[in-house]
């Protein structure tokens, strides 16, 4: 006996719930839990409030952390300023002539997009996220960088090699090391390599004495840079030697980190993890790296590889975009009522991370 066939009306309810795709659910991001240790309430050491004061910094603020760190964590930040400063004497060791591009514009991209990818935030409040955006737009520096341009000029470089620090928000006094290389030569396909390192740190590890010093890669006995002990590489493109049957047949391979390694970076910066999507803790350690950033040729690739083509968002995280143009434009009226005022308020030399701090100032 033939098997009974199924009216059209079944079949076609059959049919629909094959052919129907099933939108895989975003996990949500969740609140970090406060540790005992911290509070709400300002510090009420010398060193610790002055550099609550400078950097704009925000609750909870590491109870644990003494009155000496705090005064380590203000020299070493204070020198970092220097060398963040339009035209100082200090910048000379983030100023390259040979790569040919302007350090503070990419140093105030860079903030900008690292603030981007806090004002798509979740937050309980509409403000908080905004808070912390605004704060965290000045908490990035150059530490150093070098490079040089591809044969002929124009915006295709041929090697970067920046080292760059983001500082906590918060009073943790806490920050990430990150060291960015990328090589690249148009015509040579051996020539194609890029890393990512990214290097937590704690408040009793600030250097005064060599306040530009990475603890994320160090140099052997030959001077080949490695990277240190605990640090992790982020975005690795190694040269991948074309052949007849090879899919890397620009020469290179790009290869990104774990979600789980990325949750190092966001308990280092916000204390603790869960409240920032995989994808924007990438995002935030690729730009404050400032991957993509010099007009590589590769710059994009990097970071799709790397991760934006991997990670998703959490739930009612966004890309901000229009929240982001927004504040860009109140921070450039706030810069345009100083116009070429140091931070003695009096004409001189303008220290770009301290400039990105206005609108944190604005919120006190």
Same mark, same amino acid.
């Given at each position: ?5 199924? #009216?059209?009306?079944? @079949? ?52 644990? +952390? ?23 004497? #200090? ?69 970067? @090699? ?28 051996? /020539? ?71 949750? /190092? ?62 504040? #860009?434009? +109140? ?34």
């Amino acid at each position: 006996m033939p098997p009974k066939r199924k #009216a059209d009306s079944e @079949n076609t309810e059959t049919d629909t719930k094959k052919n129907k795709t099933s939108t895989p659910r975003l996990k949500k991001s969740k609140r970090v839990e406060w540790n005992r240790t911290w509070s709400e309430d300002k510090l009420e050491g010398e060193w610790a409030q002055k550099c609550i004061e400078r950097w704009c910094l925000l609750p909870p603020y590491d109870t644990r +952390i003494p009155e000496k760190n705090w005064k380590k964590y203000y020299q070493e930040r204070t020198a970092l300023d220097a060398v963040n400063t339009v035209d100082s004497t #200090a910048s000379k060791p983030i100023v390259s002539e040979e790569l040919d591009q302007d350090t503070f514009k990419i140093l105030r991209r860079a903030s900008a997009n690292v603030a981007k990818v806090i004002y798509g935030a979740v937050s309980e409040e509409d403000s908080e996220s905004t808070t912390i955006a605004r704060t965290i737009r000045g908490s990035l520096y150059y530490t150093g960088l070098w490079g040089n341009d591809e044969e002929g000029g124009g915006n295709n470089p041929r090697t970067v @090699n920046s080292k760059t620090r983001l500082y906590s928000p918060f009073g943790l006094g806490t920050s990430l090391d990150i060291v960015y290389d990328y090589h690249y030569r148009c015509f040579r396909a051996n /020539e194609r390599w890029s890393t990512l390192y990214v290097c937590a740190r704690h408040s009793d590890e600030c250097n005064t004495k060599e306040p530009l010093k990475s603890i994320a890669v160090f140099k052997d006995d030959r001077g080949r840079q490695k990277p240190e002990e605990g640090t992790v590489k982020v975005i690795n493109m190694v040269r991948s030697f074309p052949c007849l049957f090879s899919v890397h047949l620009n020469g290179s391979k790009i290869t990104g980190t774990t979600a789980k390694n990325l949750e /190092e970076f966001e308990e280092t910066l916000f204390g603790g993890s869960g409240w920032l999507s995989p994808l924007k803790i990438f995002q935030l350690v690729a730009y404050a790296g400032t991957v993509g950033h010099y007009h590589e040729a590769l710059g994009g690739s990097l970071l799709n590889k790397g991760g934006l083509e991997k990670f998703k968002l959490f739930k009612d995280e966004h890309d901000a975009k229009e929240l982001g143009t927004a504040e #860009a434009k +109140i921070l450039a009226d706030a810069e345009g009522k100083l116009g070429d005022k140091g931070d003695d308020k009096e004409e001189g030399e303008i220290c770009v991370p301290q400039r990105l701090l206005l609108l944190a100032k604005q919120t006190e």
